[in-house]
């Protein structure tokens, strides 16, 4: 077991949000808060992890998240080796077995890995040496994707606790929506989960949260809405009767924001504008979906720093004498 | 308005040869002068980038361009990120305008884009902060090809001013042909377009060029013959009657060379022998094919230095004081 | 001719291991030791290949062996370019042509080449200056996985001279059959080929080994045995009746390292658990498959290293009063 009651982060891994402490959650924002400043510089980049290899390994296919690992890690000095299997014809539990013993072989630092299997970089982490960072594993957690929402609120809310947050749309099947609410959760965050019954997951009240499918009410009673996107193959597997219906009963208005002025808006991206929020709110000074973009480098950036040190930490505890 | 009066390059991005004056196309060429002397040293490599992050944003297929920029950038010791749309489902508009906030967002420095769309670097630009280098965009131009060919006329020709050049093919679907011509506009080189009535554009007359189908007139009074890349796919559009057909008209023969020993032959490749022309031309001593490779990669080194060394004169001339 | 009496390595491309000399094999295995070592560290990279540009060019796709090379060169500090053309729709012949002049004209300074022609890095390495590096082409060699092959029979049996070794499968589509036995022939190791008939190589008697289709025989008199891979798609073509009948007469049982416990079992991966060899085998005290791995990254550093100082030290001699 990971000791973690002063707060310092000693994990080697950052597989969900789940099982983080409310101080590790902290200090993954108050360390993402000082790399924000480093972007905002002339020279974007911090020598800390030079001579470290960091490979991403991507088993469904991705730009945003990929190209925001990359730059966080070239943004300190890692040096970055891609792999995508989306491609691949490979059945997906042998290539996983094999990329365990590949990185472990290849004495790789850091694991980046998206896989559709829920479990799938636990599963990595047990097998290898290396710092493990989970980039999206099946219908369970997008841990950088929470905390970079996190963070977000924070700068604009100020705090955490209490925050009202409404998620709204295909919780089901959103590993960003798990993310969020785990995390939300160590800060006592007022949730309330927005969509048609059919994109509700089961197990959900025993999360803590509230479940509707009246938007109106929701958006009225909250500080932040985090809008998900939809994927428009729910449509074809009999999920959701049309887009258009979608679109009516649970897609962001301008008259949503006129009756509730604070609203802060956030995606994950990316939109798709008419559906789940008109443009108008997209691009609406509430919308803060750009900054989300921002913040995710940064926090990124925090993550590989802070399990990396967290890796030398435990690796000098292992020496004989320690 | 920039102000370059003094000949200095004070453009952040590089979208197209049209807007330069003469004194910036030789300011680029001057430098790429220079990088082609490094370029032949046993360590090809200058920090003038170090620190900057520069994303390769291909949403067309790119194999030579993109290595050419990718080896460009990092002689130049850039942190090089590569993405690549063209398998992508998302439909294009779609994807330009999220990409132009995750450029913003990421903090990218510099953008190098090829695109489907004439006109998506300007857009680009006029939304991003990052300086943005046209990689081809449409129909509409392919600055960095322009400038290396001239580049190369340059090297060979030892000047430019009335220079006679003719640009043999497919014009009317042709950036190339059209970044050529803006660039040699501004020598007042004396330009001849040559091919079938089908492929040449309408507008032409208007750019100050002469157009001709006889290909054995144009070749006997020109210096430079640039022959463009035949897209087989004109054929099934039905702008072509056959490839043997337009091989027997427009296709470069050993006789053209013997008619007129100095004709340099240009190619921006791939060639397909036989097609626009034969072998024994393509692999002649005539031919500089090689050499515009070669040059290329030190027109783009002194594009990519020059964009982002105007981009810092203009940061620092927005301080406050200056 | 390069003179390597004094078994220095004076080759600035490594094409196959079939024209090396033993003192060059073993060179570039004592010196993939000290990069085995350079592996163990906590930061595992030296400044050998600074400033040079290495492309990996693959023409046939490859996850495990593009990994391999971009780890080994990144650790060498090299500067890295992928080119991928598996996907690519122009045909072979042109795109290696093509592939030529590029690489000649950007002046990258070594090539890794994967290509689907039996001597296509032969071919390139006559045509460029930059040095060749075979990462396997066609049925005719893969020297870097013959390489890592012996290296980690060296490290386990303690010597190559007059070992036995069993090589089972597909020998006749194998170029890792083929650097495999290239390289133990010159330490006269004691060669066997098991194997049905159809997938036996027709010249292989004059390669001066010894072939039988009785694996149980072979293996009992052996101190390892190599495992191929068995492409799947043999058994459309025909050349095999079932994969079920394949893994009843040619795949390792526990029951053969019963018989032979001091068997030291290796396969290229990945392997096909239950067709080539039980998973109890393949998981087993006595596969060393993970190693192989390992000793892969070491070896690759070790062949970019030789072959890059050669290519310095031809450049010295050639230069004048030298």
Tied chains: 1, 2, 3.
């Excluded at 994990?11 to 924000?36: C, M, P, Q, W």
């Excluded at 190209?67 to 040096?79: H, I, M, P, T, V």
Aim: glycine fraction near 8%.
């Amino acid at each position: 077991m990971t000791d973690t009651s002063d707060g310092a982060f000693r994990r080697k891994h950052l597989l969900g949000l789940e099982e983080l402490s409310r101080e590790e959650v902290e200090n993954i924002l108050d360390t993402a808060k000082s790399f924000r400043e480093v972007i905002g510089r002339q020279v974007k980049k911090v020598p800390s992890l030079r001579g470290v290899t960091i490979c991403n390994a991507f088993f469904e296919p991705s730009t945003r998240t990929r190209l925001s690992f990359e730059l966080a890690e070239k943004r300190l000095s890692g040096d970055v080796i891609n792999f995508s299997a989306s491609g691949s014809s490979v059945s997906k539990g042998e290539t996983l077995k094999d990329t365990i013993r590949n990185i472990e072989a290849m004495a790789v630092d850091m694991v980046v890995l998206r896989h559709g299997a829920s479990g799938a970089p636990h599963y990595v982490a047990e097998h290898v040496d290396a710092c493990v960072i989970n980039a999206g594993d099946g219908f369970h957690e997008h841990p950088t994707q929470g905390l970079l929402d996190i963070y977000t609120m924070r700068a604009h809310k100020g705090k955490l606790d209490g925050l009202r947050v409404a998620i709204v749309g295909d919780v089901a099947h959103s590993r960003v929506a798990r993310s969020n609410i785990w995390g939300l959760k160590k800060f006592d965050a007022d949730i309330t989960l927005v969509g048609p019954q059919t994109l509700m997951p089961r197990e959900i009240e025993r999360m803590g949260v509230r479940v509707t499918h009246l938007l109106d009410e929701a958006l009225e009673a909250c500080d932040v809405v985090v809008v998900l996107r939809l994927q428009l193959e729910r449509m074809e597997s009999g999920f959701l009767p049309s887009i258009r219906e979608y679109a009516r009963t649970f897609g962001l208005e301008r008259r949503h924001i006129v009756k509730n002025p604070n609203l802060l808006v956030m995606h994950p991206g990316p939109i798709n504008r008419g559906v789940e929020m008109e443009a108008a709110v997209a691009d609406g000074p509430e919308s803060v979906i750009l900054e989300q973009v921002a913040n995710g480098v940064a926090v990124r950036m925090a993550v590989c720093f802070l399990t990396w040190r967290a890796n030398g930490i435990e690796m000098a505890a292992a020496l004989p004498g320690a």
